[in-house]
């Protein structure tokens, strides 16, 4: 199981760092996905570490401000999340994939923890 948190209510131009935390099973064999749904709008990938964890992609909306790293020691991934916007509201999850590379898709992916909200105010 993953478990996200750090959510929270933020002043835009702010930030946040959310944790993912995995339970039962090792990171070291997994890459791993933030994504995130606005309220009426579909899932969107955010961003995604390599098994290695050295290659990171990201969202065109999010480069420079997002930042994702991976502690395999505490199990835990990490979003950092600066220079927050409005537009960034959304509910984020965290998912690993069975996989070494990074990944978009979100059917690529085998385990999901439940989200964490961010809200940005203007």
């Known amino acids: 199981q993953l478990q996200a948190s750090g959510g929270g209510l933020v002043q835009a131009g702010g930030s946040l760092r959310l944790p993912c935390v995995s339970f039962?099973?090792?990171?070291?064999?997994?890459?791993f996905g933030w994504f995130r749904q606005a309220p009426g709008k579909e899932r969107e990938w955010v961003a995604c570490?390599?098994?290695?964890?050295?290659?990171?992609t990201y969202t065109n909306s999010v480069k420079g401000r997002f930042t994702v790293s991976r502690d395999n020691a505490k199990s835990t991934v990490y979003l950092q999340m600066n220079s927050l916007r409005p537009e960034d509201t959304a509910i984020y999850s965290c998912a690993a994939a069975t996989a070494t590379a990074c990944l978009k898709s979100h059917r690529a992916y085998d385990y999901w923890g439940q989200g964490t909200q961010v809200t940005v105010s203007s």
């Open positions: 570490i390599n098994m290695n964890g050295d290659e990171t």
């Open positions: 039962g099973f090792t990171l070291d064999y997994h890459a």
